[in-house]
């Protein structure tokens, strides 16, 4: 059990998953964090359980090395099923233009699942990992907001002073490094 809770908390706060991944400016605004928190968070949930699932099928059948080919129509599948899902809940969300966002971020869980020992560890990646990346967009989206509100010096204004949000948000959560387990 102990196990299960460090990777959720790792997953979660120590091996973010969001801030090892470029900067996508456009999908930090507040209209479009409420469909890519969600939508991201339930595709990493489900994308980190089924990447250690065909990695063990894989490595008991012999072909191993061939668990990325595998899994990207995998993740192509569950990508378009957890927009439509999130499309039949909230209808109102627009959902264009977020799938090739949501594969980048579901890999990065499929290939994190795939180097764990056990199902327990893949679904707190899953969830922890879900959970932190919804955190992270909604943290950096309100900071976002709170830099176009503020008087910024011209030099800073746009990417430079994203850049400078993102790195002060890493140096936060490197904070939480020995909370976790991975």
Known sequence: MTDFLFALIGA?????????LPLAADALRHARVQAL???????????????WLVQQALSATGPAYLHLLACLPLLAALGWLCLALLARLRPALDLTGL???LL???????????????????????????LGFWLVLQLMSDLIERTERCDVPTAFRGAP????????????????GGLGAA
């Open 104 to 130: 980048g971020n579901g890999l990065g869980a499929m290939v994190l699942a795939a180097t764990l020992d056990d199902f327990a560890s893949s679904m707190a990646l899953g969830i922890g990992g879900g």
């Open 37 to 51: 928190g969600p939508a991201g968070a339930l595709l990493i949930l489900f994308a980190a359980p089924v990447s």
């Open 12 to 20: 979660a706060l120590v091996s973010n998953l969001i801030l090892g």
């Open 99 to 101: 799938w090739p966002l």
């Open 161 to 176: 002073i994203l850049l400078v949000v993102a790195g002060l948000t890493g140096l936060a959560f490197l904070g939480f």
